[in-house]
C-alpha cells in the first residue's frame, strides 16, 4: 500500500500507474492505485496531494512513471504546487515526473533504460535520465513528444 510506513525503508520507488493534473486545484491532483481490492470490490484507490504531504518517504528517487506528474501550478504565496513538491515535502531527495501526457508504450521503454542507466551502469539519476533521453532520439529517432516529458527534480544534483 503506497501509504504504509513500509515504504519508508526503500531507496527507490517506483510508481508506474495513471496520473491527473488539476489546473484549477493543484491539491486534487494525484495518482491512481488500485480501485478494486483483493476481493474485487471498490476502494479509494487515488492517491491526491494532500495524501502524498503526510507520507514519510526519504527515499533518494521516486520515479513517477504517469502522466502530467511533473506538472505544477504557481500558487499565490505557496509557491510551485504539485506532485514532485509532495514528494519532496516527504523526504524524498530526487523526483522524476511527466510534464504531459505520454505514450504507455514509449513511457514503459523510456523507464526500463532509465532503470538500467541507474542500476547496471551505476548512472547517477539525473545522468540515467539524459543518456536515456539521447539514446531514444539518436538511435530510435523518436520524436520528442516521447522522451522528452520527463524531468528530474531535487535539491541537489
Known amino acids: 500500500m503506497a501509504t ?26 494525484g495518482i491512481v492505485m488500485s480501485l478494486v481490492d483483493e ?3 471498490w476502494q479509494n484507490g487515488f492517491l491526491r496531494l494532500n495524501d502524498i504531504f503526510n507520507l514519510n518517504l526519504p527515499a533518494e528517487l521516486v520515479a513517477l512513471s504517469a502522466c502530467k506528474t511533473a506538472w505544477r501550478k504557481n500558487v499565490k504565496g505557496e509557491g510551485l504546487a ?16 511527466s510534464l504531459w501526457r505520454m505514450d504507455d508504450a514509449a513511457t514503459t521503454e523510456l523507464m526500463a533504460k532509465f532503470d ?13 535520465l539524459r543518456a536515456t533521453q539521447l539514446q531514444m532520439w539518436q538511435q530510435s ?13 531535487s535539491e541537489r544534483q
Open 4 to 29: 504504509s510506513q513500509e515504504l519508508s525503508q526503500y531507496q527507490i520507488v517506483h510508481f508506474a500507474t495513471h496520473g491527473f493534473a488539476n489546473s484549477k486545484q493543484p491539491e486534487l491532483s
Open 39 to 41: 476481493d474485487g470490490n
Open 82 to 97: 504539485g506532485l514532485t513538491r509532495g514528494f519532496m515535502y516527504t523526504s524524498t531527495k530526487r523526483v522524476i515526473g
Open 116 to 128: 538500467q542507466g541507474m542500476l547496471q551502469q551505476e548512472l547517477s539519476p539525473v545522468a540515467a
Open 141 to 153: 529517432g523518436k520524436s520528442p513528444y516521447y522522451w522528452a516529458a520527463f524531468t528530474l527534480q
